[in-house]
Nanobody
Framework: QVQLVESGGGLVQIGGSLRLSCAAS????????MGWFRQVPGKEREFVAR????????AYAAFVKGRFTISRDNDKNTMSLQMNSLEPEDTAVYYC?????????????WGQGTQVTVSS
């Protein structure tokens, strides 16, 4: 089992920045694919960004538009999402996910989520 704990959410004004972190523990392999997803009430969870086990591969949802950067530190078993130029549409609960293969919305390992609220 892999346990994931997110932190770093909060309330920020339009155009502001937040840095989300995800700490992994348990039966960890550094070859885990990891990623961020988000969800608002009444909508399905949506993909935000993912990163391969070495950090060389990254992918982002179209709505990110260069505003977010995903990174990881395998020595510390952590992953981060730097979010800049935040918009009200970014308001959601953000979830960290991990998968031994390719992280998707159907992956087995999830954190509890951290709330991000962007105020106008």
């Amino acid at each position: 089992q892999v346990q994931l704990v997110e932190s770093g959410g909060g309330l920020v004004q339009i155009g502001g920045s937040l840095r989300l972190s995800c700490a992994a523990s348990g039966r960890i392999s550094s070859r885990l694919s990891m990623g961020w997803f988000r969800q608002v009430p009444g909508k399905e969870r949506e993909f935000v960004a993912r990163i391969g086990w070495s950090g060389a591969y990254t992918a982002y949802a179209a709505f990110v538009k260069g505003r977010f950067t995903i990174s990881r530190d395998n020595d510390k078993n952590t992953m981060s999402l730097q979010m800049n130029s935040l918009e009200p549409e970014d308001t959601a609960v953000y979830y960290c996910a991990a998968d031994p293969s390719f992280v998707t919305s159907r992956s087995d390992y999830w954190g509890q989520g951290t709330q991000v609220t962007v105020s106008s």
